[in-house]
């Protein structure tokens, strides 16, 4: 499985970034992905996932109604649209995969595969 992330920068807070995340290497359409993000200093942390098929979304609370993570699974690729970027969003966003599990989402939910970071940087 190879994830490649991409579309991270420097934003103004406010301001809104695209996160892709292109996937090979697996049956794209079988698999539950998510967003992950670690900023410096800090743990890594959840930020949001979909469901195999998109029916079923999940974030964490920080990002709620700020951001919204979607998939095409006929490009086999997650994007992340991130809207009103606040500096404390500033981290290296990772996507992650892992196959379709019910339940979507439990507390702790380990993704197996990972890909490489981007960072995502907004200043005040």
């Known amino acids: 499985v190879q994830l490649q992330a991409s579309g991270g920068g420097s934003v103004q807070a406010g301001g809104s970034l695209r996160l892709s995340c292109a996937a090979s290497?697996?049956?794209?359409?079988?698999?539950?992905m998510g967003w992950f993000r670690q900023a410096p200093g800090k743990e890594r942390e959840f930020v949001a996932a979909?469901?195999?098929?998109?029916?079923?979304?999940f974030y964490a609370e920080s990002v709620k109604g700020r951001f919204t993570i979607s998939r095409d699974n006929a490009k086999s690729t997650v994007y992340l649209q991130m809207n009103s970027l606040k500096p404390e969003d500033t981290a290296v966003y990772y996507c992650?995969?892992?196959?379709?599990?019910?339940?979507?989402?439990?507390?702790?939910?380990?993704?197996?595969?990972w890909g490489q970071g981007t960072l995502v940087t907004v200043s005040s």
């Open positions: 992650a995969a892992d196959p379709k599990s019910v339940p979507f989402m439990t507390a702790g939910r380990v993704f197996s595969s």
């Open positions: 290497g697996l049956i794209f359409s079988s698999y539950d």
């Open positions: 979909i469901s195999w098929g998109a029916a079923r979304t």
